[in-house]
Nanobody, 126 residues
């Protein structure tokens, strides 16, 4: 069982930055691909970014490419999402998720991810 705890959300003005963190329990963190998803009110959960267990492969939604960066520190069992040039349409609850046994690739579909955090709210004001 893996427990995930997100932090770093908050209220920011458009054009600003936030860094989300997701701390994971367990001793096999480096074997999990990690993803960030988000869900705005009235909308389905959508993929934001993912990183392979090794850290060598990443993927991003088109809507965040060039603005968001996903990274991980396997020594700290933590994955990060650096969000720059935030827009009001980035407002959502952001979730991190773990996809076991995926060291070198990433998936963008939520059903591949077995473990989910409780979410952290990001609000971008115009």
């Amino acid at each position: 069982q893996v427990q995930l705890v997100e932090s770093g959300g908050g209220l920011v003005q458009a054009g600003g930055s936030l860094r989300l963190s997701c701390a994971a329990s367990g001793r096999t963190f480096s074997t999990y691909a990690m993803g960030w998803f988000r869900q705005a009110p009235g909308k389905e959960r959508e993929f934001v970014a993912a990183i392979a267990g090794s850290g060598g492969s990443t993927s991003y939604a088109d809507s965040v490419k060039g603005r968001f960066t996903i990274s991980r520190d396997n020594a700290k069992n933590t994955v990060y999402l650096q969000m720059n040039s935030l827009k009001p349409e980035d407002t959502a609850v952001y979730y991190c998720a773990a996809d076991p046994d995926r060291r070198t690739t990433t998936k963008v579909i939520p059903r591949y991810y077995d473990y989910w955090g409780q979410g952290t709210q990001v609000t971008v004001s115009s």
